[in-house]
Structures are given as C-alpha cells and as structure tokens.
Nanobody, 122 residues
Framework: QVQLVESGGGLVQAGGSLRLSCEAS????????WAWYRQAPGKQQDMVAN???????NYADSVKGRFIISGDNAKNTVYLQMNALKPEDTAVYFC????????????????WGRGTQVTVSP
C-alpha cells in the first residue's frame, strides 16, 4: 500500500505565502504523476497543479503566476509553494499521486492524501 501525507496548511493573511508538502510512503516503485487539488466549502474539487514524470507542469488559471509545484523524487515528496494568497484560495488541499507499486509494475494506481486546510483571511 501507499500513503500520502500532507503538511504545511494553516491560516495566513491575504498576500502571504504557504508551502504545502506531501510525502508518499509504502510500496513505491515510481510515481508517474503528482497533483494538488482543492475543495472549498460547498464547491467541487478542482485541480490546482500537476506534474508528470516528464516534468510537464499544468496549473489552474486561477493560480498561474502565484503557485509553484515541484517534486523531490529522492524523497517521494511534492511541494506546492503558494504566494500572493487570496481569500478565494481558502480550501482543503489534497495531494494526489499516480503510483507504480512494487507489487505489480505493470500498472499504476491512484492515491489521495487526507487533505490539509488552508485559510486565507482578508
């Protein structure tokens, strides 16, 4: 099995910064894709940023120029640097990974973290 654990959420004033981390552990052979999603109260879950094994990166339009996704393959960890935060960035942020496990390297499986709360005050 694989576990994803997020950290780094919290309360910050508008204009401030936070850095989220997500560490994967378990029966990992490789991680093909990392992503961050978020869900605000009463809203659907949206993709914030993702990065694949070719280092192709995508951002939601709402965070372009403010957020940066990066990964450390040696540590099986992905980061989300969030700058110039706005109250509308308030949400629970979830880590997502497509993982090839050591059980069967023919397939990849999807895993989710439990989420970390980010609250941006005006």
């Amino acid at each position: 099995q694989v576990q994803l654990v997020e950290s780094g959420g919290g309360l910050v004033q508008a204009g401030g910064s936070l850095r989220l981390s997500c560490e994967a552990s378990g029966d990992i052979d490789s991680i093909n894709t990392w992503a961050w999603y978020r869900q605000a109260p009463g809203k659907q879950q949206d993709m914030v940023a993702n990065v694949d094994w070719k280092s192709t990166i995508n951002y939601a339009d709402s965070v372009k120029g403010r957020f940066i996704i990066s990964g450390d393959n040696a540590k099986n960890t992905v980061y989300l640097q969030m700058n110039a935060l706005k109250p509308e960035d308030t949400a629970v942020y979830f880590c997502f990974a497509e993982v090839v496990t050591t059980d069967d390297i023919r397939y990849q499986y999807e895993f989710w973290g439990r989420g970390t709360q980010v609250t941006v005050s005006p």
